[in-house]
């Protein structure tokens, strides 16, 4: 395994790649204000869950036959993007609710896990992401190189949990005070829509 510097180095640096404006950590900011803390946090473990995936296959190897394959990237790409902005169109047509509600229809704590998960493994960037970062903290010298790469995973989406986690919990917090406001429901749905579809159109655009 990764000595404890080396692993304490990685998770700082894991905890700021968290905390840096992306996809997912929108997709959890997005969420948790128009659906709630608990919801928020079910989509962060959702996303965690494509990350174990992620992990996973860098480990076996798996990471690097997919990215060298041009039609599995565009093909999940194009999914992914699909999703996102089916997820635009349902906030845009939302409609504005009263004084508890966003007007966005509430979903179960399974839903918003699947849709964690889906927006995650939907991202080919991302395995590619894991399959650059992760070898850099590996030291052939110290043990197996996919134990490691599993050990360095694990810490990722531990930290993962830490930065997404605080940013639901702010989030919604945010959420409740748009829902003193008709207006302010409105506004925030289509900033909403607007961002998923904004995510949409950057995957479906991205390259290898």
């Not at 965690?48 to 990471?63: D, I, K, S, Y």
């Not at 960037?125 to 110290?142: C, D, G, M, T």
């Not at 945010?174 to 909403?192: H, I, K, P, Y």
């Amino acid at each position: 395994m990764p000595t404890p510097e080396t692993l304490l180095a990685f998770f700082g640096v894991s905890v700021l790649l968290g905390l840096s404006p992306g996809p997912d950590n929108l997709f959890v900011l997005l969420q948790s204000a128009l659906q709630g803390r608990r919801a928020g946090f079910f989509v962060v473990l959702g996303l965690c869950t494509g990350l174990l995936f992620h992990t996973a296959a860098v480990a076996l190897g798996l990471a690097t036959v997919f990215a060298a394959s041009a039609t599995a990237f565009t093909v999940l790409k194009l999914a992914g993007a699909a999703y996102l902005a089916y997820m635009a169109w349902q906030a845009f047509r939302a409609p504005v609710g009263g004084a508890a509600s966003t007007g966005v229809p509430a979903l179960s704590n399974a839903q918003m896990y699947r849709r964690g998960v889906v927006m995650n493994l939907s991202n080919p960037k991302v395995v590619i992401f894991f399959l650059a970062f992760l070898p850099q903290f590996v030291n052939p010298a110290r043990g197996s190189v996919g134990l490691q790469i599993l050990g360095l995973g694990l810490v990722f989406i531990l930290a993962t949990l830490l930065t997404f986690g605080a940013i639901a919990w702010f989030a919604a917090s945010l959420g409740q005070a748009f829902q003193r406001s008709a207006r302010a429901q409105r506004a925030l749905n289509w900033a909403a829509g607007s961002v998923f579809l904004g995510l949409a159109a950057r995957l479906a655009l991205s390259e290898r």
